[in-house]
């Protein structure tokens, strides 16, 4: 860990030296909120670089896939297979706070990374291994992408409509939930680090991952005996709870309580919905939901979506009309809490990114990002602040 003093303003993980061995998206994100949390995160990539490079779309020959996942980490270009430039990552290492790799269980031990070696050079490493499967189990060694863990987890058999084809959630889940999980072990080593002055090896599943965010379908399946099947936009414990189409788009409700719904009737001017025995109850409600959305339906029908938006918000019903992107990141509210930032490349050149969610006391959130690094393009400058030399 790099000496730091208390100045205002100091990021939280200022200090923090992060080895990143990662590729492609679950261990990149990880790393890249390491990165915007003030760690200083050196990309260790081989001779070809980050597969995601490739990605596009394109700006300026820069892959913008590449850019929102690196930007603000250093790169240094070496190959593991030889012996001395093994040696390098090796004294990086031992020098390290934080270790993260994406590879498939055994690949570290083919390299000569054995964990058990790694602590040795460095009893106070964190080192964080995310995977498709994790590090033990029948199926550790099986390769997988984020469509595999969707399916494999059962967060597909949720989506979309019943008796429709399977729809994989629109961005990639299984990756980022995993990289979110990985940043928090790590975080949560670091800590317990401060106070046994020990590292920890942390195995983090992608598929481990995708179950602990399948939420109330696990208890409803062990309490209920029942297989949760697709409801759409639906709450599968709450009604009503959805999206609902009005004369020119759609509007998400979510009447979450008995006071929220009689709001709701008031609102639409539906009182007599309150008197019907079918909706006296959320249990009722949820039995009946397709009814009540029928009837509901035929009343948004006859405005457009942004007065019933108006006229919702005015009794305290939670609604929102259903944005696509260009609209979501538009919105003020995402505008004002600099959830859309800029990341400078070369020549002046700027495009956009997402924002860090995670808002600190005592710590600005820039309106700006630095940029990803070139390939290699940190080499020099790395080797001299870990004093290595090139054989």
Request: aromatic share 8%.
């Amino acid at each position: 860990m790099e000496k730091t003093k208390y100045v205002k303003n100091l990021p939280p993980l200022k200090g923090i030296i992060v080895i990143d061995l990662t590729r492609v998206l679950a261990g990149p994100y990880a790393t890249m909120q390491l990165a915007d949390l003030g760690a200083r995160v050196i990309k260790v990539e081989s001779l070809h670089g980050d597969d995601s490079r490739k990605f596009g779309p394109f700006y300026k020959n820069i892959s913008t896939y590449f850019t929102s996942l690196n930007r603000g980490k250093e790169s240094i270009k070496l190959n593991l297979k030889l012996d001395k430039d093994l040696n390098i990552l090796l004294q990086l290492i031992k020098k390290a706070d934080v270790l993260v790799e994406n590879f498939r269980p055994g690949t570290m031990e083919k390299l000569g990374l054995k964990k058990n070696n790694l602590f040795k050079i460095n009893p106070k490493l964190v080192y964080a291994s995310c995977s498709g499967f994790g590090q033990t189990g029948k199926m550790s060694r099986k390769p997988a992408y984020d469509l595999i863990v969707q399916a494999l987890g059962g967060i597909m058999s949720l989506t979309g409509y019943e008796k429709q084809d399977p729809v994989r959630v629109g961005t990639s889940i299984g990756d980022i939930t995993a990289g979110l999980f990985t940043t928090i072990g790590i975080q949560s080593a670091l800590i317990r680090r401060n106070i046994t002055s020990k590292g920890s090896y942390i195995d983090i599943s992608m598929l481990d991952c995708q179950i602990a965010i399948l939420e109330n379908a696990v208890s409803r399946f062990f309490c209920e005996k029942k297989i949760p099947k697709k409801i759409g936009s639906r709450h599968p414990s709450i009604a009503p709870f959805e999206c609902f189409k009005c004369k020119d788009a759609y509007i998400a409700i979510a009447a979450g309580n008995d006071t929220l719904f009689e709001k709701l009737c008031h609102a639409t001017s539906s009182e007599s919905l309150l008197k019907l025995k079918y909706f006296k109850t959320n249990d009722m409600r949820l039995k009946n939901a397709e009814k009540l959305k029928k009837y509901l339906e035929k009343v948004f029908n006859k405005k457009k979506a942004s007065y019933w938006v108006f006229q919702l918000d005015l009794f305290g019903v939670p609604v929102s009309k259903l944005n696509n992107i260009k609209e979501a990141l538009e919105l003020q509210q995402i505008l004002d809490r600099n959830m859309v930032v800029d990341v400078f490349l070369k020549d002046k050149v700027k495009i956009k990114v997402a924002g860090n969610p995670i808002k600190l006391s005592n710590f600005k959130d820039k309106k700006y990002r630095k940029a990803p690094p070139s390939l290699d393009q940190d080499r020099k400058r790395i080797l001299s602040d870990f004093k290595i030399k090139e054989k």
